[in-house]
Nanobody, 114 residues
């Protein structure tokens, strides 16, 4: 099972990025999936999550700016990030919980300049 995250980069404050996470060797389906991020010197934190009951939750810091979505046919998870702020700078990871096992992507770096 591999989760391949992409779409990170350097962007100015107020800009947008769209992260993608493609799965191979498994399917996202309607299992619990999420985006996490980790800035240097901090703990990894959840940014946005699809729970197994299909409910969606966002961290307070990104509500109204980030949108999580998934394409079942393409087997890909997305994170649309708008109005980016310097404090959004972090490594972003996709996460899948399936059959009581947890899988992580390799991370994609997002850097927001002021």
């Amino acid at each position: 099972v591999q989760l391949q995250a992409s779409g990170g980069g350097l962007v100015q404050a107020g800009g947008s990025l769209r992260l993608s996470c493609a799965a191979s060797g498994t399917t996202f389906g309607y299992n619990a999936v999420a985006w996490y991020r980790q800035a240097p010197g901090t703990e990894r934190e959840v940014v946005a999550r699809f729970s197994s009951d299909r409910s969606i939750n966002y961290a307070d810091a990104v509500k109204g700016r980030f949108t999580i979505s998934r394409d079942i046919v393409k087997n890909t998870l997305y994170l649309q990030m708008n109005n980016l702020k310097p404090e959004d700078t972090a490594m972003y990871y996709c996460n899948l919980v399936k059959n009581r096992r947890e899988y992580w992507g390799q991370g994609t770096q997002v850097t927001v300049s002021s």
